[in-house]
């Protein structure tokens, strides 16, 4: 079983800064690719960012290009997200996954992932 815990979530001013954590555990995700997603009200979930845990390649969705970076941390197995110069249109329930290794979805594609955490919610106000 493997379980996703987020944290770090909250309320922000536009223009300032979180980070979000992911903490892992129940199985080696050496092999795997975790993935952050997000989903505002009445909005369809969409992909944030990714990274292989083992080889540390990184993608991006476009809208947080030059923002945002993901990184990890193997030994915590935790998965954190850096978040600077936030916009109003950045608020979302945060969600970090763990794609199914043998999926063929696209990497931004929420239906490759296996394993959800619960979600953090991310406010920035204007």
């Known amino acids: 079983q493997v379980q996703l815990v987020e944290s770090g979530g909250g309320l922000v001013q536009a223009g300032g800064s979180l980070r979000l954590s992911c903490a892992a555990s129940g199985r080696t995700f050496s092999s795997s690719v975790m993935g952050w997603f997000r989903q505002a009200p009445g909005k369809e979930r969409e992909f944030v960012a990714a990274i292989n845990w083992s080889a540390g390649s990184t993608y991006y969705a476009d809208s947080v290009k030059g923002r945002f970076t993901i990184s990890r941390d193997n030994a915590k197995n935790t998965v954190y997200l850096q978040m600077n110069s936030l916009k109003p249109e950045d608020t979302a329930v945060y969600y970090c996954?763990?794609?199914?290794?043998?999926?063929?979805?696209?990497?931004?594609?929420?239906?490759?992932?296996?394993?959800w955490g619960q979600g953090t919610q991310v406010t920035v106000s204007s």
């Open positions: 996954a763990r794609r199914d290794p043998p999926s063929r979805d696209p990497l931004t594609r929420g239906s490759g992932y296996d394993y």
